[in-house]
């Protein structure tokens, strides 16, 4: 009895479209762009094939149903943006050339300043010193005053040194480095 009713239903010509477009809609309600794609071409080719007129709220359904997959799908995209934009500012701490530096970006034009040295193993801050016996040649060290460990020395001021870090960052950031980065530092924390 229900078989025949099915087999009745599946041979009219008007509810089985019918239900196809049903099930296009359902489908495009729960799926994502493309299955909204789908359902524009079903509504084409139904509206352009005119033996049936589809029932009003069915082509409402058809319609606004899938947009808000589009709509969820224009957020994602959205919010993702914004987070990669901003992400980067995460990277604010590294070990490079043998000191821990930290950094904040400028809220106007993101530049790096505030560049701050600490002890790459106990993290105390440091300051440089001359290594030089002749303060005219720019001879710098760090040393920390914590857990006296000697760090580096470099044969160029202080500027010099502050300068090479801020283009290493410059460049981890620009080359997308900084994302390997990030994690390499929040693990060695
Ligand atoms: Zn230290």
Redesign the pocket.
Request: hydrophobic share 45%.
């Given at each position: 009895m229900i078989i025949k009713f099915i087999k009745k239903i599946w041979h009219d010509p008007v509810i089985s479209k019918v239900i196809a477009i049903g099930i296009v809609a359902i489908i495009g309600y729960f799926g994502g762009i493309f299955t909204w794609i789908i359902s524009i071409i079903t509504i084409l080719y139904y509206l352009i094939n005119k033996s049936i007129s589809i029932s009003f709220w069915l082509l409402f359904l058809l319609v606004t149903f899938p947009i808000f997959s589009i709509a969820k799908f224009i957020k994602k995209i959205i919010i993702n943006g914004d987070a990669s934009k901003n992400n980067y500012k995460e990277y604010c701490q590294d070990v490079l050339l043998g000191i821990k530096w930290r950094w904040k970006y400028s809220s106007t034009d993101n530049k790096i300043y505030g560049l701050m040295a600490f002890?790459?193993?106990?993290?105390?801050q440091?300051y440089p010193h001359y290594t030089s016996s002749y303060q005219i040649i720019d001879n710098i060290g760090f040393k920390?005053?914590?857990?006296?460990?000697v760090?580096e020395s470099y044969d160029f001021s202080y500027e010099m040194l502050e300068d090479r870090i801020i283009r290493m960052i410059q460049k981890y950031l620009r080359t997308g480095e900084w994302e390997k980065r990030i994690d390499h530092v929040m693990n060695n924390d």
């Amino acid at each position: 009895m229900i078989i025949k009713f099915i087999k009745k239903i599946w041979h009219d010509p008007v509810i089985s479209k019918v239900i196809a477009i049903g099930i296009v809609a359902i489908i495009g309600y729960f799926g994502g762009i493309f299955t909204w794609i789908i359902s524009i071409i079903t509504i084409l080719y139904y509206l352009i094939n005119k033996s049936i007129s589809i029932s009003f709220w069915l082509l409402f359904l058809l319609v606004t149903f899938p947009i808000f997959s589009i709509a969820k799908f224009i957020k994602k995209i959205i919010i993702n943006g914004d987070a990669s934009k901003n992400n980067y500012k995460e990277y604010c701490q590294d070990v490079l050339l043998g000191i821990k530096w930290r950094w904040k970006y400028s809220s106007t034009d993101n530049k790096i300043y505030g560049l701050m040295a600490f002890c790459p193993f106990c993290d105390y801050q440091v300051y440089p010193h001359y290594t030089s016996s002749y303060q005219i040649i720019d001879n710098i060290g760090f040393k920390c005053d914590y857990c006296g460990k000697v760090l580096e020395s470099y044969d160029f001021s202080y500027e010099m040194l502050e300068d090479r870090i801020i283009r290493m960052i410059q460049k981890y950031l620009r080359t997308g480095e900084w994302e390997k980065r990030i994690d390499h530092v929040m693990n060695n924390d």
